[in-house]
């Protein structure tokens, strides 16, 4: 069974790594969707089993995998937040030019 579930990690894992829509900042849902994903679903998972089994390198190595696209998603996420306040705190997005802004990313 244990095989079965890493398998399983391993593929959501990959399809998120390949899931190159998550990486242009203004796809901030779908990229904290993914996050989420892993970090609920995938870290979670792989942790209760590195704690509550004879845990393997393949769950190590597997743990790696997903704490390292965690960390390229972040990454993505606090250059926006960065390039954002920088937008705003230039005075070129006030009104319907900020929720047009807001729209962009959120959508």
Do not use: C, W
């Amino acid at each position: 069974m244990q095989n079965g579930i890493r398998r399983e990690m391993q593929t959501l894992i990959e399809a998120i790594g390949k899931d190159r829509d998550l990486f242009p900042e203004r796809n901030f849902v779908a990229r904290t969707e993914a996050l989420d994903e892993l970090e609920f679903h995938v870290l979670d998972l792989i942790q209760f089993l590195i704690e509550s089994t004879d845990s393997s390198d393949q769950l190590h190595d597997l743990k790696e995998q997903a704490e390292e696209l965690r960390s390229q998603l972040q990454v993505v996420n606090t250059k926006m937040f960065e390039n954002l306040r920088i937008q705003i705190s230039l005075g070129g997005h006030r009104g319907n030019a900020f929720i047009d802004l807001m729209n962009e990313y959120l959508a």
